[in-house]
C-alpha cells in the first residue's frame, strides 16, 4: 500500500528558481492537504482542496501555488523561491472533512533554498 | 484568535514515570487528534476523539477530550524510552465546515533511561 507519496524527498533551490513538490494518494481520498513544518512552529496550512478541481488558501498561502486537476494528485508550486521558504513540507489526505479517521501524511519534502 | 495551545512544549522525563500533555483549543469543537512524529519522520496518527468525554488508549498511552472545557489530555503511563517522539494535537476549528485541522505547535518528549 502506497497511501500518500511525495516528490522529491530533498531539494536545494536557488533564491528564484520555481519548482513543483508533487502529492500523489492511492486511497481515493477527496481531500488533500498541504502543510509545512518549521521549528517551533507546528504544521501550518497552505493550500487544501476538496475535491478534483478545487483549491483554497490555508493559513499561509502567500508565495505557493496549487492544482489539483487530477483526483489523486495535488500539487504545490512554488514560482519564485525565497530563502523563507526553506521548510519540510507535508502532504495529506482523507476520506472526509478534517478526517473521521484522522489524515494520512506523505514521508514529507525538505526544501532548502539559498 | 483560533488557536491550538500544548503545554509543556519540551518534556524530559525518566523511565517508569507518569506524565500529562494538555492540549487547549480556543473555539467549539468536538473532535481531536493526536498525532506522533519520530525525527526526520512523518506524522503518524495515534488516536481521533470524537466526542465528548471520549477516551482512548492504547498501550501506554491515553488521551481523553473534555469538549466543554476544550481540552484534550494524552496520559503517559510508566515511559520508556521507545515513546520519545514529539506529539501533535489538531482539532478541526471551523465547526466542521471549512475540512481542515488546526495543529499545536507540538510537545517534544524525552524519555531517559
Known amino acids: 500500500n502506497a497511501g500518500v507519496t511525495q516528490t522529491p524527498k530533498f531539494r536545494v533551490l536557488k533564491t528564484g528558481q520555481s519548482m513543483t513538490l508533487l502529492c500523489a494518494q492511492d486511497?481515493?481520498?477527496?481531500?488533500m492537504y498541504w502543510y509545512r513544518q518549521d521549528p517551533g512552529m507546528g504544521l501550518r496550512l497552505i493550500h487544501y482542496?476538496?475535491?478534483?478541481?478545487?483549491?483554497a488558501k490555508g493559513e499561509v498561502p502567500d508565495g505557493y501555488n496549487v492544482s489539483r486537476l487530477k483526483k489523486q494528485n495535488f500539487l504545490l508550486g512554488l514560482e519564485s523561491a525565497a530563502p523563507s521558504q526553506t521548510s519540510v513540507y507535508f502532504c495529506a489526505s482523507s476520506s472526509t472533512p478534517t478526517g473521521g479517521y484522522g489524515y494520512t501524511f506523505g514521508s514529507g519534502t525538505r526544501l532548502t533554498v539559498v | 484568535e483560533l488557536k491550538v495551545e500544548q503545554n509543556p512544549l519540551f518534556l524530559s522525563m525518566q523511565e517508569g514515570k507518569n506524565y500529562t500533555i494538555y492540549c487547549n483549543y480556543s473555539?467549539?469543537?468536538?473532535?481531536l487528534y493526536w498525532y506522533r512524529q519520530d525525527p526526520g519522520k512523518s506524522l503518524e496518527s495515534l488516536f481521533v476523539l470524537l466526542s465528548n468525554g471520549a477516551v482512548k488508549q492504547e498501550g501506554r498511552l491515553m488521551a481523553s477530550l473534555d469538549t466543554k472545557a476544550r481540552l484534550s489530555t494524552l496520559h503517559i503511563t510508566a515511559a520508556v524510552h521507545d515513546l520519545s517522539a514529539t506529539y501533535f494535537c489538531a482539532v478541526d476549528l471551523s465547526g466542521g465546515s471549512n475540512y481542515k485541522l488546526t495543529f499545536g505547535k507540538g510537545t517534544l518528549l524525552t524519555v531517559n533511561p
Open positions: 486511497m481515493n481520498h477527496e481531500y
Open positions: 482542496s476538496v475535491g478534483e478541481g478545487t483549491t
Open positions: 473555539t467549539t469543537s468536538d473532535r
